[in-house]
């Protein structure tokens, strides 16, 4: 019959995993996120607009995002090539890639930053307004089309319920918002 050995094993307490400093796990995870990129990591890519296409040149595999929110899944590879060849889907807001890694190697952060402060609710304030309505003006025409549903969605959701900014963004988007006012 053989014999077995049982060897210590060290045990974590529970409650000390508990104890272990928020800013340790963040780092750990950073650490994690920051791995270069390889060509056949498949990297998520959302549509900001709708009805946008995409064939790849090399492999002729073609991507479509036929709404707001699809997302199809893309080899960073694909990107990079869609990237030297046209800049447009991403600097244009059509489309973007969910990891922040790609966006930082573009150099599209500020752009993705612009995009993430329009579509915040908390934004559309009496304060904020001058600075929403110059944001709005700066963006692709194809993005407008969706920012304005956006700010209709978040009237119509009482997100948004200052007359004052509703009036601004009226006058300054050329659409009426205040019918959808509770």
Same mark, same amino acid.
């Given at each position: 019959?053989?014999r077995t050995t049982i060897?210590?094993?060290?045990?974590? =307490?529970?409650? &000390?995993?508990? &104890?272990?400093?928020?800013?340790?796990?963040?780092?750990?995870?950073?650490?994690?996120?920051?791995?270069?990129?390889?060509?056949?990591?498949?990297?998520?890519v959302i549509s900001l607009?709708?009805?946008?296409?995409?064939?790849?040149?090399?492999?002729?595999?073609?991507?479509?995002?036929?709404?707001?929110?699809?997302v199809e899944y893309m080899?960073?590879?694909?990107?990079?090539?869609?990237?030297?060849? =046209?800049?447009?889907?991403?600097?244009?807001?059509?489309?973007?890639?969910?990891?922040?890694?790609?966006?930082?190697?573009?150099?599209?952060?500020?752009?993705?930053?612009?995009?993430?402060?329009?579509?915040?609710?908390? =934004?559309?304030?009496?304060?904020?307004?001058?600075?929403?309505?110059?944001?709005?003006?700066?963006?692709?025409?194809?993005?407008?089309?969706?920012?304005?549903?956006?700010?209709?969605?978040?009237?119509? =959701?009482? &997100?948004?319920?200052?007359?004052?900014?509703?009036?601004?963004? &009226?006058?300054?988007?050329?659409?009426?918002?205040?019918?959808?006012?509770?």
């Open positions: 019959m053989a060897k210590s094993i060290d045990v974590v =307490n529970v409650d &000390e995993t508990k &104890e272990m400093n928020e800013e340790t796990i963040q780092d750990v995870k950073k650490s994690i996120k920051e791995e270069p990129l390889k060509d056949s990591d498949e990297i998520e607009v709708s009805n946008v296409s995409y064939k790849d040149s090399k492999t002729l595999d073609i991507y479509e995002w036929r709404e707001i929110g699809h080899t960073f590879d694909t990107l990079k090539n869609m990237w030297r060849n =046209n800049k447009g889907y991403f600097k244009n807001l059509w489309l973007k890639p969910k990891d922040n890694r790609v966006i930082k190697q573009f150099g599209l952060i500020k752009t993705f930053e612009n995009y993430e402060y329009l579509m915040d609710g908390s =934004n559309y304030t009496k304060k904020n307004i001058d600075a929403i309505c110059d944001a709005i003006k700066l963006t692709p025409n194809g993005l407008k089309i969706a920012i304005c549903d956006k700010v209709k969605s978040l009237v119509v =959701n009482s &997100e948004v319920t200052d007359v004052y900014v509703i009036r601004e963004l &009226e006058k300054r988007l050329h659409i009426n918002l205040i019918d959808f006012l509770d």
